[in-house]
């Protein structure tokens, strides 16, 4: 595999977003329709859906770049960057076809050399930032909103789709389906309403 094979053949999804926007729930419905996410981090309490962000990836990002959520800082990609991801993947068994990361926005330009169909998640802002207090995932510091709604930006400027999760939980699917289809996927709606849990939405949303 060389890096000029993954900006080919362009079939990566990438979904970012501002923490405890319902990044998981979008990534487990995009999984379930076939899509490789590969060894992910586990349920727990917050989530009991899974979170379907790829422990290898984020591994890579957090000793290649730091983890910089709290620090609102948007890292670009490394040299070897995109050879390092490849080797991560094979080694947890990808081998071809659609694959997924889904995480913070402030790492978008880590996959944008992948030319990826990128996903932009958005959610009323007075929920999402009870959800990060509540869960922890991230101290909602004017710095770090200002990075994620930079990066969002930068992301929507290539052409993304938004889908705000809060219209998906009601039934609006036609966001989501869009997003699916840039990749050849057509949306099933038995899947999204077998992922949707809008008591799960309403308390501990991630």
Same mark, same amino acid.
């Given at each position: 595999?060389?890096?000029s094979?993954?900006?080919?053949f362009?079939?990566?999804?990438?979904?970012?977003?501002?923490p405890?926007?319902?990044?998981?729930?979008?990534?487990?419905?995009?999984?379930?329709?076939g899509?490789?996410?590969g060894?992910?981090?586990?349920?727990?309490?917050?989530?009991?859906?899974?979170?379907?962000?790829?422990?290898?990836?984020?591994?890579?990002?957090?000793?290649?770049?730091?983890?910089?959520?709290?620090r609102?800082?948007?890292?670009?990609?490394?040299?070897?960057?995109?050879?390092?991801?490849?080797?991560?993947l094979r080694?947890?068994?990808?081998?071809?076809?659609?694959?997924?990361?889904?995480?913070?926005?402030?790492y978008?330009?880590?996959?944008?050399?992948?030319?990826?169909?990128?996903?932009?998640?958005?959610?009323?802002?007075?929920?999402?930032?009870?959800?990060?207090?509540?869960?922890?995932?991230?101290?909602?510091?004017?710095?770090?909103?200002?990075?994620?709604?930079?990066?969002?930006?930068?992301?929507?400027?290539?052409?993304?789709v938004?889908?705000?999760?809060?219209? !998906?939980?009601?039934?609006d699917?036609? =966001?989501?389906? &869009?997003?699916? #289809?840039r990749? +050849?996927? $057509? !949306?099933?709606?038995?899947?999204?309403? =077998?992922?949707? &849990?809008?008591? #799960?939405?309403? +308390?501990? $949303?991630?």
């Amino acid at each position: 595999w060389s890096s000029s094979r993954w900006t080919a053949f362009p079939i990566r999804f990438v979904v970012v977003s501002f923490p405890r926007s319902g990044s998981s729930l979008v990534a487990r419905i995009i999984a379930q329709h076939g899509v490789w996410t590969g060894t992910c981090r586990p349920a727990d309490l917050d989530n009991p859906h899974g979170y379907y962000e790829h422990i290898g990836l984020a591994s890579l990002i957090g000793e290649t770049v730091g983890h910089s959520v709290n620090r609102g800082v948007i890292p670009g990609a490394p040299d070897g960057w995109v050879e390092s991801v490849e080797r991560v993947l094979r080694a947890d068994g990808y081998e071809s076809g659609r694959w997924l990361w889904k995480g913070s926005a402030v790492y978008w330009r880590l996959f944008d050399p992948f030319n990826p169909y990128w996903i932009v998640l958005e959610r009323d802002s007075d929920e999402m930032l009870r959800s990060c207090v509540r869960s922890g995932a991230m101290r909602p510091r004017p710095h770090t909103l200002k990075a994620h709604e930079h990066a969002i930006e930068s992301v929507r400027a290539r052409g993304a789709v938004t889908v705000n999760t809060d219209d !998906l939980i009601g039934g609006d699917m036609s =966001a989501l389906r &869009d997003a699916l #289809l840039r990749g +050849g996927i $057509a !949306l099933r709606p038995e899947i999204v309403e =077998a992922c949707v &849990d809008p008591d #799960l939405w309403h +308390g501990r $949303a991630a």
